[in-house]
T-cell receptor
Framework: TQLLEQSPQFLSIQEGENLTVYCNSS?????LQWYRQEPGEGPVLLVT?????EVKKLKRLTFQFGDARKDSSLHITAAQPGDTGLYLC????????FGAGTRLTVKP | DAGITQSPRYKITETGRQVTLMCHQT?????MFWYRQDLGHGLRLIYY???????DKGEVPDGYVVSRSKTENFPLTLESATRSQTSVYFC???????????FGNGTRLTVT
């Protein structure tokens, strides 16, 4: 059983559409990180959220940490083909644990 | 260039053989980690190290051995490889335990 459940597992959309992916857990985390991974490479950090209810924006990406610090969401506005990749959330629970990821494909 | 380097990039080995995956970082980060990535499971922590000569088990440590004699190196050894250890292995480092992780580009290991 994954400590962090990500949904959906796969998502295929057209360029210009909006989307939201989720990262849920029954555990409370001191912080939660979002990474993006491209084929043949290691994950690269996008953002860290620390405070319950926190919202962070990174251009067209909006990250939210749940009030109870158990879940998080990533919203992408007007998705572009360059957003294609595997999006991973990771929570600090004595050590850093990852969800299985959401594989996003944005078609031109 | 500063960064984290894994070698080899690809490795094919036979069941029962010993194989060592190398990881080297140039940031002098205290923390180093080994993860394996498999479809449907995401990244699972194998071992981590808080400093030289200090290592701890992660989520899936069985069949693996690590050492950390120097801060910059964190090799992962499969003492007797099994087919279930076919995976992509990622090494990562961080300055503090909850700091962002910096990953290498992975080693794709196939055990036949």
């Amino acid at each position: 059983t994954q400590l962090l459940e990500q949904s959906p597992q796969f998502l295929s959309i057209q360029e210009g559409e909006n989307l939201t992916v989720y990262c849920n857990s029954s555990s409370v985390f001191s912080s939660l990180q979002w990474y993006r991974q491209e084929p043949g490479e290691g994950p690269v950090l996008l953002v860290t959220v620390v405070t319950g209810g926190e919202v962070k924006k990174l251009k067209r990406l909006t990250f939210q940490f749940g009030d109870a610090r158990k879940d998080s969401s990533l919203h992408i506005t007007a998705a572009q083909p360059g957003d294609t990749g595997l999006y991973l959330c990771a929570g600090d629970n004595n050590d850093m644990r990852f969800g299985a990821g959401t594989r996003l494909t944005v078609k031109p | 260039d500063a960064g984290i380097t894994q070698s080899p990039r690809y490795k094919i080995t036979e069941t029962g053989r010993q194989v060592t995956l190398m990881c080297h970082q140039t940031w002098s980060h205290s923390y180093m980690f080994w993860y394996r990535q498999d479809l449907g499971h995401g990244l699972r922590l194998i071992y981590y190290s808080a400093a030289a000569d200090i290592t701890d088990k992660g989520e899936v440590p069985d069949g693996y051995v690590v050492s950390r004699s120097k801060t910059e190196n964190f090799p992962l050894t499969l003492e007797s490889a099994t087919r279930s250890q076919t995976s992509v292995y990622f090494c990562a480092s961080s300055e503090y335990p909850d700091s962002p992780l910096h990953f290498g580009n992975g080693t794709r290991l196939t055990v036949t």
